[in-house]
């Protein structure tokens, strides 16, 4: 892994496959469970609490060491990420480093904002959201990443999630909805496209519930650059059913960098994938030169 403390980038290799990175696109997260070290996790939780002090290996020009001990007891404690042993082992996590690399391409930006969904257990469920100025759209030029420092079980009201709503928006009114729940050991990190509908869930335990998350950015042009599977075949891979197979499908090829080809042409034909099992051949229009790109802000259209 090299880290580029200037341009605050970091570069390693990638470490997921077409198949994986595909996964990504329809559910779009990827949970990595239990991968910072417990030492670090209490840490982390000692240092939101005001139990350590803080130590910064440096001190941005516009800022000084008071500005940082004000924002570690906010809702934005960004000064987090100006301490080492979080750089290194939570930012910069060996296991996590290599997915988002395969995501986002090379020489990864860092995060600049932490937030902390700090919160004071028993909560009733939050409402179902997309973040702020969520954009709906194949392209995937930041990722939104959570970290649970402690164990998070459902009695602690982990965020719930609605896996392939980061397709299209969504009505907030929609508590019918059951997404998944992404309960986890300490230390687990988990990787979201931006405006994946969720929520805090209802917790029943009493205590404090800290929640960090925070965005990596894209800094190169996509190109598929990840584990690539000289057997994967564009054409027959499994992209999903009626509604999803399309957006699925144009998210994967813009991370391949041929956003620009996509096309379909609509109906039962590419990249619809639902009934393939009983198809008697392979689907019709895969690279037409005609069709329609999906509109994103309009689901049920092109």
Known sequence: MRY???????????????????????????MLQGVVLDEINQRTCHYLDGKIEIDPFQIPDHMVIDDLERIRNTHEPSSILLEQWFLDQVILNPQAVGAIRS???????????????????????????????????PETNYLQVFYYPQETTVE???????????????????????????TAPAGSIFLTCYPILHRRSASTATGLRHLLKY???????????????PAFDFHRTNYGGHGEARYVAHQF?????MGDQFRTIGGQSWPYSGSSHNAIGPSYGFN?????SPDWSNPGTF
Request: charged share 20%; hydrophobic share 30%; proline share 8%.
């Open 215 to 229: 965005n990596y950015w894209r800094t190169v042009s996509p190109e598929r650059d990840w584990i690539k599977n």
């Open 288 to 292: 037409s030169q005609v069709g329609h």
């Open 4 to 30: 580029d403390p200037q341009n605050r980038t970091f570069d390693c290799n990638p470490t997921l496959t077409d198949n994986q990175v595909l996964e990504f696109c329809r559910q779009g997260y990827l």
């Open 253 to 257: 090829y813009w991370l391949c960098g």
């Open 156 to 182: 602690m009201g982990p965020t719930e999630i609605l896996p392939g709503s980061h397709h299209h928006p969504t009505s907030r009114e929609i508590d019918w909805c059951q997404g998944s729940l992404t």
């Open 103 to 137: 995501i986002l391409g090379r020489n990864v930006g860092l995060p600049i904002l932490m937030s902390n969904h700090r919160v004071d257990c028993p909560q009733p469920a939050q409402g179902w959201h997309h973040d702020a100025d969520s954009i709906f759209s």
